[in-house]
């Protein structure tokens, strides 16, 4: 069973900074690509940021392009999100995926962690 752990959220001023982890364990993640995505309160959840297992590629959504980075250690099977320049608009609670590759752009998500709450204040 697979089980995905976050850490590293909390507040933080607008501007700064916060590294998110994402503890991965139950399977091995070939054929996978990770991912964080996040829900604000009243949005849908949306996605951030992915990267593949096997290859490291990675991919952003628009928004956090440029600020924010994802990471891998395949050693101790983690996989990081790097926040930078960060803005009240954020805030949100974030969550690590697990899913298996379909075709180059198709994702088929399956596993989900807890989520960490992230907040930025003004």
């Known amino acids: 069973q697979v089980q995905l752990v976050e850490s590293g959220g909390g507040l933080v001023q607008a501007g700064g900074a916060l590294r998110l982890s994402c503890a991965a364990s139950g399977r091995t993640f070939s054929g996978y690509r990770m991912g964080w995505f996040r829900q604000a309160p009243g949005k849908e959840r949306e996605f951030i940021a992915a990267i593949t297992w096997s290859t490291g590629i990675t991919y952003y959504a628009e928004s956090v392009k440029g600020r924010f980075t994802i990471s891998r250690d395949n050693a101790e099977n983690t996989v990081y999100l790097q926040m930078g320049s960060l803005k009240p608009e954020d805030t949100a609670v974030y969550y690590c995926?697990?899913?298996?590759?379909?075709?180059?752009?198709?994702?088929?998500?399956?596993?989900w962690g807890q989520g960490t709450q992230v907040t930025v204040s003004s």
């Open positions: 995926a697990a899913g298996r590759i379909v075709t180059i752009i198709q994702v088929a998500w399956s596993d």
